[in-house]
């Protein structure tokens, strides 16, 4: 359990950038593939086909120069947040062609089967005195994304703020694959039988919010597991790798926060955001350590170590 002491950016970022480079590359030619395969269906599938694999080109250009620029950050190291957001709004497009069905009524079954009800269909209903606090907390993943970049960015610290790019590509990528794969809708957007009208949600200014970003940027399909959990989880892991106690405490508390608020708002079900805090903790506790191997202290003493053991030298 050592790696959940490691500083941020203590780890190689040289293998940060290289892992960086080589998911976004990766996920690149993967939606190439997807509208290669899907252009009988799409007249604009050949294009999308031709961007991604552009795409892939600019992020190999781009981890050149980044190369070159090593101890220094400049305009490229926010490349990866152009392309998870140009992912995510593609699953909009790629939704009504892959998909003709959701898994949201076998996990509605699964919930009620273990509870005997579903969580965000009463829990509302029976406090409805925390809407208003509830509807900030969901807030708060917009502006915890936000503090978090700009913690790190300012310390100016090259290899902090790439492993902060690779945890949250890793996080993101991993969501919008199962998403490619299994989509779910959520309650919000199933608003049938089993689910409450979440419109009757008058929680103030922060419901005004949320439901003006849900409706400019949010993509069908892509509720399980909840990539607010599993993103602001990620982002109080890398917060409290910093080596700020009170700043991670604080980030911590946040995801904590919005987290629970994710189920009460009814944006997910309580299954999504179980396994987007599963998905978020495995991710950065055992998919980023064994991309960026040992840190560089450890590194660094490994000479010692075997001379110590070679017989040669007593």
Not at 165 to 175: D, E, F, H, P, S
Request: net charge positive.
């Amino acid at each position: 359990m050592k790696h959940l002491n490691v500083t941020l950016g203590e780890r190689s970022p040289e293998r940060a950038a290289r892992a960086l480079t080589t998911l976004l590359v990766g996920f690149n030619l993967l939606l190439a593939g997807i509208w290669i395969g899907l252009s009988a269906r799409s007249s604009g599938a050949s294009w999308y086909a031709a961007g991604h694999v552009v795409a892939a080109g600019v992020v190999l250009v781009a981890a050149r120069q980044q190369r070159e620029s090593a101890n220094r950050l400049s305009v490229v190291d926010l490349l990866p947040l152009l392309f998870l957001g140009a992912f995510w709004a593609e699953l909009r497009a790629l939704f009504p062609l892959l998909h003709t069905s959701t898994v949201d009524g076998a996990i509605v079954a699964v919930e009620r089967s273990v509870l005997g009800f579903n969580v965000h269909a009463v829990w509302w209903r029976s406090m409805p005195w925390l809407r208003g606090v509830m509807a900030m907390l969901y807030f708060g993943y917009f502006p915890g994304q936000i503090v978090i970049l700009s913690f790190v960015a300012l310390r100016r610290q090259p290899a902090a703020f790439r492993e902060l790019m690779l945890r949250g590509v890793v996080t993101y990528l991993c969501c919008d694959a199962i998403y490619l794969a299994i989509p779910t809708l959520g309650p919000r957007a199933m608003q049938s039988g089993l689910e409450v009208d979440a419109a009757g949600h008058l929680a103030g200014v922060f419901q005004v919010l949320n439901d003006a970003l849900r409706d400019f940027g949010d993509s069908p399909g892509t509720a399980f597991p909840s990539s607010h959990v599993a993103g602001i989880l990620t982002v109080a892991i890398a917060a409290r790798a910093t080596g700020n106690r009170a700043f991670g405490n604080v980030m911590t508390a946040l995801g904590v926060g919005v987290s629970i608020a994710t189920v009460y708002t009814q944006n997910h079900y309580l299954l999504d955001a179980m396994a987007g805090a599963a998905l978020a903790v495995a991710l950065q506790h055992a998919v980023v350590p064994a991309l960026l191997g040992a840190t560089r202290t450890e590194t660094a003493m490994e000479p010692a170590r075997v001379t110590a053991l070679n017989p040669s030298e007593h």
